[in-house]
């Protein structure tokens, strides 16, 4: 719980260092290039994804400040998540979020299942546990069990896994820009320093795409 506080904390205070840019992102100090660059499935809108597993201490410490900075976001750029599966324990926890993508409830659960893996302890790795805590929450259980085992989710899970793979990722929370640089907060040392990075990769890859900031 501890924990859980600091990481509220550092969210409070991201309003205001997020209203000083830093200084510029380095090349491969803050920020890598990705050599093979990957198609986008944003359209117009410059790709922010973020690869992470619900089990990750370090993604459950990040959320809160992830979420003001998402509440910053320009118009033309969307933030996709990627549950990564790098060991086949990670599966669960890429089917539940898709399961939870299908169902509209990420904006409702999405956190809750940070909450239960953390806080609670509670190991929705586990079936039974899993389809208890759901109804818990008044979903439908049976209809959660029907998405989740479905094959539509576990050929999204598995299109994760393999983006993951294409972009090299070794770890978790990592974040790619517009298929062409990879950031993460191992590398920029600290979340504020992470969030203006991941603004300047914005800038930078807008203009590449020949765009002009959009007004809000």
Not at 71 to 93: I, N, S, Y
Not at 123 to 149: C, S
Not at 165 to 176: D, H, K, R, S
Request: hydrophobic share 40%.
């Amino acid at each position: 719980m501890f924990t859980r506080a600091l990481s509220f904390f550092a969210a409070a205070v991201f309003s205001l260092s997020a209203l000083a840019a830093g200084p510029e992102a380095f090349e491969g100090h803050d920020y890598t290039r990705i050599k093979n660059v990957q198609p986008v499935a944003t359209g117009k809108n410059v790709e922010v994804l973020e690869f992470f597993w619900y089990r990750c201490p370090h993604c459950f410490q990040l959320e809160p400040g992830l979420n003001a900075w998402l509440k910053t976001l320009p118009r033309d750029a969307q933030v996709r998540r990627v549950p990564a599966v790098f060991r086949e324990d990670w599966m669960p926890g890429a089917k539940l979020y898709y399961t939870l993508e299908q169902m509209k409830l990420l904006d409702s659960l999405h956190h809750k299942v940070f909450d239960a893996y953390h806080v609670q302890n509670i190991n929705l790795n586990d079936p039974a546990l899993l389809g208890g805590w759901i109804a818990q929450q008044g979903v439908d259980r049976k209809k959660f069990e029907g998405v989740y085992h479905s094959f539509s989710t576990q050929t999204k899970a598995t299109q994760g896994a393999r983006l993951a793979t294409t972009y090299a990722i070794t770890g978790v929370p990592a974040f790619i820009i517009d298929g062409k640089y990879a950031t993460s907060m191992s590398m920029t040392g600290s979340e504020a320093r992470l969030f203006e990075v991941l603004d300047q990769l914005i800038v930078k890859a807008r203009a590449e795409r020949g765009g002009k900031k959009p007004v809000r």
